[in-house]
């Protein structure tokens, strides 16, 4: 079946270190995005890309960091310099020019701090 | 816009009752407009959406109203089942392929 996949579902993070949140789709999708959300919240975008090597800020981008090295996968690094990163993320993912396009959503990544 | 900060609100029905969840879209150019749906600890899934050339729209006990003029944007559900309690987002988008802005969401809750 074709989707989009995150990993790990939960994910601990000690003071001081960075951590990668991985996100692959096999739904031949040329824009993925990272999104941010805190409990009771709305999403707040981090990071997107429309296409592979290139990637845009998002409006909370500072403390994290992406790559877009393959068309599948789109990972997140959350660094030390985040200083509130406990939250649950989104990744998502659409295709360009197509005739609609709303995202197709992940089952998210729970990240707490301990 | 995006959420800032915000507290959802929440809107409780009884269950049978048909439920309406409000939003206003902030860009007059948008020209795609989507609702979803997110179940506690989950990702947000797709419920329905609308172009900009209609004003309504229907699926499975889904209805989208668009009104263009006042940027407003409602989700009709009928005969709300528990199931159906959870945040509702709408989103809006103005370019194939370009970044879709998210609603604060709306949280509904369903009293048996």
């Known amino acids: 079946d074709g989707g989009i996949t995150q990993s790990p579902k939960y994910l601990f993070r000690k003071e001081g270190q960075n951590v990668t949140l991985s996100c692959e789709q096999n739904?031949?999708?040329?824009?993925m995005y990272w999104y941010r959300q805190d409990p009771g919240q709305g999403l707040r975008l981090i990071y997107y890309?429309?296409?592979?090597?290139?990637?845009q800020k998002g409006d909370i981008a500072e403390g994290y960091s992406v790559s877009r090295e393959k068309k599948e996968s789109f990972p997140l690094t959350v660094t030390s310099a985040q200083k509130n990163p406990t939250a649950f993320y989104l990744c998502?993912?659409?295709?360009?020019?197509?005739?609609?396009?709303?995202?197709?959503f992940g089952s998210g990544t729970r990240l707490t701090v301990v | 816009g995006e959420s800032v900060g915000l507290h959802l609100p929440t809107l409780s029905v009884q269950e049978g009752d048909n439920s309406i969840i409000n939003c206003a879209y902030s860009?007059?150019?948008?020209?795609?407009f989507i609702w979803y749906k997110q179940e506690s600890g989950k990702g947000p899934q797709f419920i329905i959406d609308?172009?900009?050339?209609?004003d309504k729209r229907q699926g499975q006990r889904v209805t989208v109203l668009l009104n263009k003029t006042v940027k407003h944007l409602s989700l009709q559900i009928a005969a709300t089942q528990p199931g159906d309690s959870a945040v509702y987002f709408c989103?809006?988008?103005?370019?194939?392929?370009?970044?879709?802005?998210f609603g604060q969401g709306t949280e509904l809750s369903v009293k048996p």
């Open positions: 998502a993912s659409t295709t360009m020019g197509g005739i609609g396009y709303g995202y197709t």
């Open positions: 739904l031949n999708h040329d824009a």
């Open positions: 890309s429309q296409i592979v090597n290139d990637f």
């Open positions: 860009n007059s150019a948008s020209d795609y």
């Open positions: 609308i172009r900009s050339n209609m």
């Open positions: 989103a809006e988008g103005y370019n194939q392929g370009g970044k879709l802005i």
